[in-house]
């Protein structure tokens, strides 16, 4: 699988327990998907991803808990340990939420509804219950919330999103 046909959904942080579970540290601002997931896919290096057979999987917000079938103790889940978890696109429930891995975002010009630079999105900001985009401008730097409301459209190709933002958000923050 590759990394274009999924989402990146989050990274393992820690062992559980001495049954090889393990805790995945899903990303904010995720789409909805089921927890009858039969595969996740792991980034173990260069190239295509890596299915893992899900086994169990429990809960679905911040840190969830997850177990591969071929990891039957600490040791061997202990490998998996700091590696990016991606689910394939096919899997997720609400395909109004658009499917971008905003981390594949970082460097596009980001515009106003009108078409007007706003400036360069240099990082994306994790916070707890709000991530950000950290925007350099021309003159200042601006921090616009990650809201699917907001976006407007997002072009792959030219690498550019724009944006319907509030009035006045963009003179808040600078």
């Not at 959904?9 to 049954?19: C, E, L, R």
């Not at 985009?133 to 190709?157: A, T, W």
């Amino acid at each position: 699988m590759y990394k274009e046909h999924c989402i990146l959904i989050g990274k393992i942080g820690k062992t559980i327990g001495h049954n090889g579970h393990l805790a995945l540290h899903l990303q904010h601002n995720l789409p909805e998907f089921s927890q009858e997931v039969t595969f996740l896919h792991l980034d173990l290096g260069p190239g295509e991803l890596v299915p893992f057979s899900v086994e169990e999987l429990s809960g679905l917000h911040g840190s969830v808990r997850v177990k591969f079938n071929l990891a039957n103790g600490v040791e061997e889940a202990a490998i998996l340990v700091g590696k990016e978890v991606y689910l394939s696109k096919e899997e997720v429930l609400n395909t109004d939420t658009p499917l971008i891995d905003y981390t594949t975002v970082i460097g596009w010009d980001l515009l106003t509804l009108s078409k007007e630079p706003i400036g360069v999105l240099t990082e994306i900001i994790t916070m707890p219950g709000q991530d950000l985009f950290s925007v350099q401008g021309k003159e200042k730097n601006h921090l616009i919330p990650i809201h699917e409301d907001f976006m407007v459209e997002i072009n792959e190709k030219e690498q550019f999103i724009i944006l319907d933002l509030p009035e006045g958000l963009l003179e808040i923050n600078a």
